[in-house]
């Protein structure tokens, strides 16, 4: 089945760099956006940004320009999200989506990672 | 960008209708036909209620529908059921090549 698994993060010291992948399985990777999503806790969404997997293109939410890189393995069939310099804002469930082309909405989900940011 | 504006919560008793706001700019809401909306229960992953307005994807239930007027979008449940018990975030394509979600709202059955 079309499927989004996620892996990565854990606890991290502020100051430093997660990583978080997204592998995906079931369909043509390059033919889908994927997209992450954070939720902190007890609170609500908030959208980081985009990768296009077909050509690698990206799209970041203004608040975390020149913080995040979403790069992609089209051979894994993989995207990862790097989020640097964190702080315990940054503390939340990490969500890759993905985005069927033209659509602008989200139909499948990854499980979501947990970050936390402590000393 | 900013949160759209979402009610906090909102409760119905079963079989009773309620609906849900969330109001947005020009910029978001109001400038596209591209807002999206998604449920979730605690410790779950969000899912797709409604997109581009009021479309429903396969298998969700058709007391879920969509609307917008100007800048507030809305989705109404019908028929309300203990399984609905649920926080709602609504979510709108925006300029630039964004996306935002609205602030959430917890959706209690009486």
């Known amino acids: 089945q079309e499927q989004l698994v996620q892996s990565g993060a854990g606890v991290k010291k502020p100051g430093a760099s997660v990583t978080v992948s997204c592998t995906a399985s079931?369909?043509?990777?390059?033919?889908?956006?994927l997209h992450w999503v954070r939720q902190a806790p007890g609170q609500g969404l908030e959208w980081l940004g985009a990768?296009?997997?077909?050509?690698?293109?990206?799209y970041y939410a203004q608040n975390f320009q020149g913080r995040v890189t979403m790069t992609r393995d089209t051979l894994t069939s993989t995207v990862y999200m790097d989020l640097s310099s964190l702080t315990s804002d940054d503390t939340a469930v990490y969500y890759c989506?993905?985005?069927?082309?033209?659509?602008?909405?989200?139909?499948?989900w990854g499980q979501g990672i947990q970050v936390t940011v402590s000393s | 960008q900013s949160a759209l504006t979402q009610p906090a919560s909102l409760s119905g008793s079963p079989g009773q209708s309620i609906t849900i706001s969330c109001t947005g700019t020009?910029?978001?809401?109001?400038?596209?036909?591209?807002v999206s909306w998604y449920q979730q229960y605690p410790g779950n992953a969000p899912k797709v209620m409604i997109y581009?307005?009021?479309k429903r994807p396969s298998g969700v239930s058709n007391r879920f529908s969509g609307s917008k007027s100007g800048n507030t979008a809305s989705m109404t449940i019908s028929g309300l059921q203990a399984e609905d018990e649920a926080d709602y975030y609504c979510?709108?394509?925006?300029?630039?090549?964004?996306?935002?979600f609205g602030t959430g709202t917890k959706v209690t059955v009486l």
């Open positions: 020009i910029s978001d809401v109001g400038g596209y036909n591209l």
């Open positions: 990768i296009d997997p077909s050509d690698g293109a990206t």
């Open positions: 989506a993905r985005e069927p082309r033209s659509t602008s909405y989200f139909d499948t």
């Open positions: 079931g369909y043509i990777f390059s033919t889908y956006y």
């Open positions: 581009e307005v009021n």
């Open positions: 979510c709108s394509y925006a300029s630039g090549v964004t996306y935002v």
